[in-house]
Nanobody, 126 residues
Framework: QVQLVESGGGLVQTGGSLRLSCAASGRPVSRLAMGWFRQAPGKEREFAGGVTASGSSTEYADSVKGRFTISRDNAKNTVYLQMNSLKPEDTAVYYC???????????????????WGQGTQVTVSS
């Protein structure tokens, strides 16, 4: 059983930065494929970025590529989403997700992730 606890959301101005944290328990993050998803009001949940369990591959949505970066601290068993150059369009509830599946490629399908955090609100003011 895996549990995920998210933190780091908040209010930031356009162009600012936030770092979201996803602390995992029950399994090392080095044995979990991790994904970040977001859902804006009235919109479907969408993939933002992900990393394979090995850390060998990352993938980002075109809308965040070059601005968002996923990193991992194995000692803290925590995965981070560093968000820079934030835009109002980034406003959403952000969820981290995990899968026990060990693959060489990132999956962007939310249905492939077994475990989910509670979500954290990110609001970017214009």
């Amino acid at each position: 059983q895996v549990q995920l606890v998210e933190s780091g959301g908040g209010l930031v101005q356009t162009g600012g930065s936030l770092r979201l944290s996803c602390a995992a328990s029950g399994r090392p993050v080095s044995r979990l494929a991790m994904g970040w998803f977001r859902q804006a009001p009235g919109k479907e949940r969408e993939f933002a970025g992900g990393v394979t369990a090995s850390g060998s591959s990352t993938e980002y949505a075109d809308s965040v590529k070059g601005r968002f970066t996923i990193s991992r601290d194995n000692a803290k068993n925590t995965v981070y989403l560093q968000m820079n150059s934030l835009k109002p369009e980034d406003t959403a509830v952000y969820y981290c997700a995990a899968s026990r599946t060990f693959t060489l490629a990132v999956t962007t399908n939310s249905g492939m992730y077994e475990y989910w955090g509670q979500g954290t609100q990110v609001t970017v003011s214009s």
